[in-house]
């Protein structure tokens, strides 16, 4: 078996040996990779397909044309320029009725969070722009701009369960200036003890990036109709890396679970070995759910 090529703008796929395990790959099934990134994950299953498809999705354009050039050895596979929630546009066009596999890691990629423009890390001084499709009108600046002082901290504490939410928004609206990443930090750490000040810029972060991307609506969308595309025995892996998406994920496979159609294969969710965390530190919090379609 080939190694992932090595061009991979210092990404590292999280949980990889665990994904493909768990994903029980079949030489002739069909599989869905719903967030390609840089395409590490998929290149892996693509090696362990011979004559089964890959269909890849984002919502970047940029990964989808890194991730095409690095599966270029493979022709068994389609990647599209979307978000996983429209899983069944894409099926049905592509003529797919069910599939053997499903995977999704609900993380930013590095190269994303590298990206000194973007505006996905408080690393760069950059304008707040956070989408995942460059081709969408709203960022997260446009969030800030168009939102009131309290629907601001409701996103902060909604979607970054900031305990300080309403006072750093009231911050944030009162500001003269137009809220970039640097001036968006010193707001964060004129009002957070030092301590606190990493986990609240983070925070803050995440909670801007769900809202301008509607990261959470897309997982709603995603979890209530992918059983119905899932063969008998098809897999479902999911990673997410804060509460509110394991949340989500978790009571989904209860109620599936509770229903007989779905078998949870993670009574506790998987999380990344000791040794992986100190080779990718981005891994620490994530949590990986497993699920097989019964009925």
């Known amino acids: 078996m080939n190694s992932i090529p090595t061009e991979n703008h210092g990404h590292f796929p999280v949980m990889l040996s665990e994904t493909i395990n768990n994903l029980n790959i079949l030489e002739t099934g069909f599989y869905i990779d719903g967030t390609v990134g840089l395409g590490g994950h998929s290149y892996e299953i693509l090696q362990n397909l011979k004559n089964g498809f890959l269909v890849g999705f984002d919502r970047d354009s940029n990964s989808i044309r890194i991730a095409r050039n690095k599966l270029s050895d493979f022709k068994n596979f389609e ?82 369960e900031e305990r300080n939410a309403f006072r750093i928004a009231r911050a944030i609206k009162e500001s003269k200036e137009t809220i970039n990443t640097e001036l968006l930090i010193d707001i964060i750490n004129r009002l957070t003890p030092y301590k606190y000040r990493i986990k609240t810029r983070a925070r803050v972060f995440q909670a801007l990036r769900i809202k301008t991307n509607n990261e959470l609506a897309h997982l709603e ?70 699920g097989e379609k019964i009925g």
């Open 79 to 160: 990647l599209f320029h979307s978000s996983y929630k429209d899983l069944e546009n894409v099926l049905s066009k592509l003529k797919i009725t069910q599939v053997n596999g499903i995977f999704l890691d609900l993380g930013l990629s590095s190269f994303q969070l590298d990206s000194p423009s973007r505006g996905f890390s408080y690393r760069y001084n950059s304008r707040l722009d956070m989408r995942f499709d460059l081709d969408n009108q709203q960022t997260a600046e446009d969030v800030i701009t168009n939102s009131s002082e309290r629907e601001l901290g409701i996103i902060l504490k909604e979607f970054g």
């Open 221 to 290: 969308s995603f979890l209530d109709v992918f059983i119905d595309f899932l063969a008998l025995k098809g897999r479902i892996v999911i990673i997410s890396y804060h509460s509110m998406e394991d949340r989500m994920v978790k009571n989904k496979f209860k109620e599936l679970s509770r229903n007989k159609q779905l078998q949870i294969l993670s009574k506790k969710p998987f999380i990344p070995t000791d040794e992986e965390i100190t080779s990718n530190k981005r891994s620490r919090s994530a949590k990986m759910r497993v």
